[in-house]
């Protein structure tokens, strides 16, 4: 099966609201639900939330916030969350989506993407693939910014 990744649109979010209450049932409340925030990470110049889609349903959702970091020497951009939807190839989704999530921090002058370690060792055993390793509690990779691998 084919997986094309793109980013979301605002037409998106309840279905991506959904994906991720699933996934998360138990996340903290804030002042914002699920869906308001996602409606406003669509149009934040500093997030990424990308989508999975096959035959043209959302089958995955991934979420890149970058926060600037002096002692990483730039951005660093994190993986907030990264929902694959139940009954779909777990690893092809996560490897389609990891990939331009990093492609995405690195364009971005991204020194590093990291992100939670997972409790699940399918989901570590996926990272590890796409280069992540443990750096204390989170799970980080780094990167090559782009501005900087193309200077000769």
């Known amino acids: 099966m084919e997986y094309q990744v793109r980013q979301a649109r ?18 903290g409340r ?16 500093n997030a990424s939330l990308l989508v999975a889609e096959s035959r043209r349903v959302v089958v995955g959702v991934a979420l890149l916030v970058l926060r600037p970091s002096v002692t990483s020497g730039g951005y660093v951009g994190t993986i907030d969350f990264l929902v694959v939807g139940p009954g779909h190839d777990a690893d092809r989704v996560t490897d389609v989506l990891v990939e331009e999530l990093l492609r ?33 509690p989170s799970l980080r990779r780094p990167l ?3 501005s900087l691998a193309r200077r000769p």
Request: hydrophobic share 50%; charged share 20%.
């Open 144 to 146: 090559a910014a782009a």
């Open 104 to 136: 995405s921090a690195g364009n971005k002058g991204c020194s590093s993407v990291e992100m939670a370690q997972p409790s699940d060792p399918a989901d570590l055993a996926r990272l590890a693939r796409a280069g992540f390793a443990p750096a204390g």
């Open 10 to 27: 605002i037409t998106d979010i309840d279905r991506l609201a959904a994906l991720g209450q699933a996934a998360f049932p138990d996340a």
């Open 30 to 45: 804030g002042t914002l639900d699920a869906a308001d925030l996602l409606r406003q990470l669509v149009y934040l110049p």
